[in-house]
C-alpha cells in the first residue's frame, strides 16, 4: 500500500493570523456577524467558513479535525472532548431503539461497559462475537443491525481486525463499520482498507504526553455534518466538545507521531523479542508466532511498525504485581492505566475486563490473571531497559536463573 499518513499531515500548510507558523488559538465560544442574515443561514447550515458558537465548531477544532482526517484519508473528521465522547455520539447518530450492533467482544473497556450496559436502556442491543472468524461475524448479524464495530488491534489481547473482510460483509449487509484505530495510528489505515468511520481516543498514541483526554470521528462530511446538526446532531447535542486551547495543543504533538510511532513500534519489537527468547509467553503483532501477524503486515504503513503495545503472562496476579512494582520502583515505567506516553505504561488487565467471555474461552484466548499489559515508552536505550527488566524478572523468580 502506497498511503502515506504522515506525508498528508506534513503537507498541510496553517498560518496564524499575525503570520505565526502555527495557527492563531481560536479564544472565543461565539463569534460576531457583520449581518442578521448571514447569522440566520450560519443557524441553517447554510453559510460555508462562518462560526456561530464553539460546541459547534471552532477554527482550532477544524485544524485539528482536518489533519486528522488528512491522516486517515476520510473527506472530514470532527474532534471532540475524550475518546469515548467520540464513541458514544457515533453509535447514537447510526442506531435509534430497536436497532442491533455486532461488536468484537475484546473492546475497551469503556465501550463495552457503554453497549452492554447502557444502550439497551435506549433499546439498542449489541452481540459480542469474536471479530477474527468472519463466518461468525456474518452470522450474527440481523436485519435490524445497523452497524460493525470493532478495534484494529483489541485491547488488552492486542487481536488484530482483518479489516477489509469484515468492510466486505458491511457492504453487503448495508451496515457501516466502525473502527476504533486507537491503539495503531499511522500504522494501519482502517478507510483505505473500506472501514467507513474511524475512531481515535487522542488521549493515547496521537497526543502522546498524557496531558489530557480527546478524541476525534474521521468519516465522510456527511457523517460528521449530521453529527454536527444542531437539531438532531449527537456531537453537537451531547456536548462532548473539545476546548479550543486543547485542539491547538494536540495538533502540536501530532507533528511528531511519526517519530515517536516509529520509536514505539522499534522498542516494541526488540522487547517483544527478547521477552519471547528467555521464554515469557510474549504477544505482540510483529513477533511470528503471533497469530495475526501475517495478517497486520498486508494492512500495515510499512516504516510505522507493530506499534508500542504487547503483553506477557507472568502466571499470577500476584507475580504480575510484583513485577509492576518492582519495574516503577526500578524507574523502568510506571504502573498506570492508558499508552502512548515517553515513558512505559504497564498495567494488569485481568479478566475483569472481559466478563462476557465465558471463562473456558478466556484462557483459550490467553486472557490470564497474570497478563501484563505494556504501553512501550520511547528509551533511548532499550537494551538497558530489557536488562533491567529482566533482573527484576530473576529477583521475583518469575525467570530462572540458567534461563538467562
Ligand atoms: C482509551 C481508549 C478509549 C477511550 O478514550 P478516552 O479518551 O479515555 O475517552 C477508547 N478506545 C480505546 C481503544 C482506548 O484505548
Do not use: W
Not at 145 to 155: A, F, I, Q, R, W
Not at 188 to 194: F, H, N, Q, R, Y
Amino acid at each position: 500500500m502506497d498511503f502515506k499518513p504522515a506525508n498528508n499531515i506534513q503537507d498541510l500548510q496553517y498560518f496564524g493570523e499575525f503570520g505565526g507558523v502555527n495557527p492563531s488559538i481560536s479564544d472565543s465560544s461565539t463569534y460576531t456577524f457583520l449581518s442578521a442574515k448571514t447569522m440566520f443561514d450560519t443557524f441553517e447550515g447554510n453559510a460555508d467558513g462562518c462560526y456561530l458558537y464553539s460546541r459547534h465548531s471552532s477554527p482550532s477544532n477544524l485544524y485539528l479535525g482536518e489533519a486528522l482526517a488528512a491522516m486517515e484519508g476520510t473527506e472530514t473528521a470532527t474532534v471532540t472532548a475524550s475518546g469515548m465522547g467520540a464513541i458514544t455520539p457515533v453509535l447514537l447518530q447510526l442506531c435509534e431503539s430497536g436497532d442491533h450492533i455486532v461488536s468484537s467482544r475484546t473492546i475497551y473497556g469503556g465501550t463495552y461497559a457503554f453497549l452492554k450496559n447502557f444502550a439497551p436502556r435506549l433499546g439498542i442491543n449489541t452481540s459480542f462475537v469474536d471479530i477474527t472468524k468472519l463466518d461468525v461475524v456474518e452470522a450474527s448479524i440481523t436485519n435490524k443491525t445497523k452497524v460493525l464495530y470493532c478495534e484494529s488491534v483489541s485491547n488488552p489481547l492486542l487481536e488484530v481486525a482483518d479489516i477489509s473482510g469484515l468492510a466486505k460483509i458491511a457492504k453487503k449487509h448495508n451496515l457501516k463499520l466502525v473502527v476504533d484505530n486507537t491503539f495503531s495510528p499511522l500504522s494501519i489505515s482502517p478507510a483505505k482498507l473500506g472501514a467507513d468511520i474511524i475512531i481515535h481516543s487522542l488521549t493515547k498514541f496521537i497526543n502522546g504526553s498524557s496531558d489530557t483526554v480527546g478524541g476525534v470521528v474521521c468519516g465522510s462530511q456527511e457523517l460528521i455534518d449530521q453529527l454536527r446538526n444542531v437539531n438532531d446532531g449527537a456531537a453537537m447535542l451531547l456536548g462532548s466538545t473539545m476546548d479550543s486551547l486543547r485542539s491547538a495543543s494536540v495538533l502540536k504533538n501530532l507533528r511528531t507521531l511519526h517519530i515517536r510511532m516509529h520509536q514505539h513500534s522499534k522498542n516494541g519489537m526488540f522487547l517483544a523479542n527478547e521477552f519471547e527468547k528467555i521464554g515469557l509467553k510474549t504477544v505482540y503483532p510483529g513477533l511470528k508466532s503471533h497469530p495475526s501477524h501475517n495478517l497486520f503486515k498486508s494492512m500495515m504503513n510499512e516504516s510505522y511498525g507493530f506499534g508500542g503495545m504487547l503483553t506477557i503472562d507472568v502466571g499470577t496476579l500476584d507475580k504480575a504485581n510484583a513485577l509492576m512494582e518492582m519495574m516503577q520502583k526500578e524507574n523502568l515505567g510506571y504502573l498506570a492505566v492508558s499508552l502512548g506516553f515517553y515513558k512505559t505504561l504497564f498495567s494488569a488487565p485481568g479478566t475483569s475486563t472481559s466478563s462476557e467471555i465465558p471463562e473456558h474461552e478466556q484462557e483459550e484466548m490467553g486472557l490470564s490473571d497474570g497478563l501484563i499489559r505494556f504501553s512501550i515508552g520511547l528509551d533511548a536505550d532499550i537494551q538497558r531497559t530489557f536488562n533491567k527488566m529482566k533482573e527484576c524478572m530473576v529477583r521475583l523468580k518469575i525467570l530462572q536463573e540458567e534461563i538467562v
